[in-house]
């Protein structure tokens, strides 16, 4: 289980790190994030677009310290379940926007994007589940077991050739959706 919970912890904290520098890289990556924001829900597009930069920041250090474990992937849940719903949402309109998590593509919302999710999804639920267990039996701050570095150095390559493969899934399905 000590490898689950770590492979969960690196593999949510990685993918939303990612998410939020590859948003704040630039001026224009961040206004591609707005513009997306605001085609996708009818809240003002600029403070949401804000505050979901900043929830994502704090999931990775939320996810480091082990007495916030848990808040972190209540944060990180808490964003998978809304990009899910503005994707579906998005998918329902018929609306082709483009997805901005991990940088400026191209690739419209699709269901690559909700198979991302559906992963992230079980993975921060199964790192949620884990940190809860262990609070309960262990008290505040408490986290599963303690891996080692030979399984910590595997576990954190195994999370971060996951986040990889995540963060390019969009790209990855549209090279079989797209029209010539």
Do not use: D
Request: with cysteine.
């Amino acid at each position: 289980m000590a490898c689950l919970f770590a492979f969960c912890r690196l593999l949510t904290g990685i993918v939303f790190l990612t998410s939020a520098v590859s948003k704040l890289r630039g001026r224009a990556a961040y206004e591609e994030f707005t513009v997306a924001t605001r085609a996708l829900a009818r809240l003002p597009a600029r403070p949401v677009a804000a505050l979901v930069v900043a929830a994502e920041i704090a999931v990775a250090p939320l996810l480091a310290w082990p007495p916030t474990v848990l808040a972190g992937f209540c944060v990180a849940l808490g964003l998978l379940l809304a990009f899910t719903v503005a994707i579906v949402v998005a998918l329902r309109r018929g609306r082709r926007v483009p997805c901005r998590c991990f940088g400026a593509s191209a690739v419209p919302v699709g269901p690559g994007h909700l198979a991302r999710n559906a992963v992230l999804i079980v993975a921060a639920a199964a790192g949620a589940i884990q940190a809860a267990t262990a609070a309960i039996q262990g008290g505040a701050g408490a986290v599963p077991g303690n891996l080692g570095a030979a399984g910590l150095a595997a576990v954190a390559l195994a999370a971060g050739a996951a986040a990889v493969l995540l963060s390019a899934i969009g790209e990855i399905a549209g090279l079989f959706t797209s029209s010539p």
